[in-house]
């Protein structure tokens, strides 16, 4: 098998690729007849998917992986228990799940990446969501401690009333773009010329 594309994808933090590089090598192998299942990396295969936001992909792949490589691999179960907590929508569980195991070398980087990214999911999220919220609530939708969520939402300009505990969210302003389309405005000079004249 070659796995030098999932190689390089992970060496160059392309892991927006990482899932569909897994899933072609995988339909390449299977259609070869070749026998992939104990040298597949599985962990990495579904970490992709949860990158990728693909939580029915993740979950077809664990039900379709070998009971042996579910039982008896740490980091896939460990990828997995993100998965469960995204699918339940448990946002503080995500980041336990993250920082409950101790992730190899190849993995690292994409974890950390899709930590990252799930933060500012979640934080526009909040953005989108509330006009206030707690700084309690801020922590677990971040996955922070207190004192972290309070620095970080500073740094986006929301206030924070150290009084009540409440954060009031400075929602982005909503920038609509006009499009003008030459055949339109072609049509309304020729009508403005026609009640002119």
């Not at 740490?74 to 448990?90: N, S, T």
Request: proline share 3%; hydrophobic share 40%.
């Amino acid at each position: 098998m070659d796995f030098s594309p999932l190689s390089e994808a992970l060496a160059s933090k392309s892991y927006e690729r990482i899932a569909d590089i897994c899933d072609e090598i995988m339909l390449q192998v299977a259609a070869e007849g070749v026998s992939f299942q104990e040298d597949w990396p599985y962990a990495i295969h579904l970490l992709g998917h949860i990158y990728a936001g693909d939580i029915n992909s993740m979950r077809f792949l664990w039900k379709s992986m070998p009971s042996a490589v579910k039982d008896n691999q740490q980091e896939v179960q460990a990828a997995w228990k993100i998965g469960q907590k995204l699918w339940v929508r448990d946002y503080g569980g995500v980041y336990e799940a993250i920082r409950g195991f101790d992730w190899s070398q190849e993995a690292q980087g994409l974890v950390a990446a899709f930590s990252d990214l799930y933060t500012k999911k979640m934080f526009q999220l909040l953005q989108s969501a509330y006009s206030t919220i707690s700084i309690q609530d801020t922590a677990l939708f971040l996955g922070m401690n207190e004192d972290d969520a309070r620095n970080y939402v500073r740094q986006q300009g929301w206030i924070v009333d150290p009084a009540s505990q409440m954060i009031t969210v400075k929602k982005q302003p909503i920038i609509t773009e006009q499009k003008l389309n030459p055949s339109k405005l072609q049509s309304l000079t020729e009508y403005v010329f026609h009640l002119e004249h």
